[in-house]
């Protein structure tokens, strides 16, 4: 299994898409940061965008909370490049016809399904730990609005919010197992990404309001969702939950991936 795993971590520091979605994540924090430079530099703008937002957590204040917000659920760029580093690095031994190989080397397929999967969270966990933390400090130097205050709450987003990322990224992960095939993970996933869902889940969930008479948002449940909407701010409850739906679209995403593993022939 830690063959597999450093197989494909090999196969990862030498692909050219790497690199490619490197230099755009890079390029995509740049055009972030100019962006938060022109709101906290500019009065006015500011205060329009903080009238529109409706978020809890106080805009006001350029805040660490505020920044990993901005930069990580706010921009949707790098949930997309995640996503497509995803499709790609899961579709990949297929394409490349390694999976020819790796497959006949174990009885059970579950050994090589673990130390994929393990190897595409160490990337994403890698690229989530440097692009919060840089985004974090080039703030900091940059903006003079940043106040450096609000740590707790911080470094529980960062938390939730990992864990929220890891599993659309296994969900992506299955799904691209599932069709054997970029083009149905790229889609789906990109259309999480972009919000498309998020926005269709808000419909169903005032759907069921005005229908049952109900506060309860069902919304919430939704892994999309959670991860786009959630910050500490919210309460204990509230990061509870998330983390309870992250957790469980996580074991259901890898599940099922086991099971197409065990019960799908190989096609390369």
């Given amino acids: 299994m830690f063959k597999i795993f450093r197989m494909h971590m090999y196969r990862v520091s030498r692909a050219t898409s790497t690199y490619v979605l490197l230099g755009v994540l890079g390029a995509s924090m740049f055009l972030c940061l100019i962006l938060l430079f022109a709101l906290y530099e500019n009065p006015l703008t500011a205060a329009l965008s903080i009238s529109m937002s409706s978020t809890s957590l106080d805009f006001l204040h350029l ?8 930069f990580i659920q706010g921009s949707n760029t790098y949930l997309i490049l995640v996503t497509i580093f995803s499709v790609i690095f899961t579709n990949c031994d297929f394409t490349k016809g390694f999976a020819k190989n790796t497959y006949s080397m174990f009885d059970k397929r ?8 393990l190897a595409l969270v160490t990337c994403v966990t890698a690229s989530y730990i440097v692009y919060s933390f840089l985004s974090l400090g080039l703030t900091a130097a940059a903006i003079s609005a940043f106040e450096s205050a609000y740590w707790t709450e911080y470094f529980v987003g960062f938390f939730v919010v990992y864990l929220c990322l890891i599993s659309l990224v296994t969900m992506v ?7 054997k095939s970029p083009a149905g993970g790229m889609v789906i996933g990109i259309l999480i990404a972009s919000g498309m ?40 409850l509230a990061t509870v939950r998330t983390i309870c739906v992250a957790l469980a679209y996580m074991a259901l995403a890898l599940t099922m991936s086991v099971f197409l593993s065990d019960r799908k022939d190989v096609r390369v």
């Fill in 63 to 70: 805040s660490p909370p505020v920044v990993h917000l901005f």
């Fill in 110 to 117: 579950r050994p090589l399904v673990f130390a994929k999967w």
């Fill in 173 to 179: 992960f299955w799904i691209t197992s599932l069709f």
């Fill in 197 to 236: 869902f998020a926005t269709v889940e808000l419909l169903l969930a005032a759907l069921v309001a005005r229908t049952f008479h109900t506060d309860f948002n069902i919304a919430n449940y939704f892994l999309d969702y959670a991860f786009m909407s959630y910050n500490a701010g919210m309460g204990t």
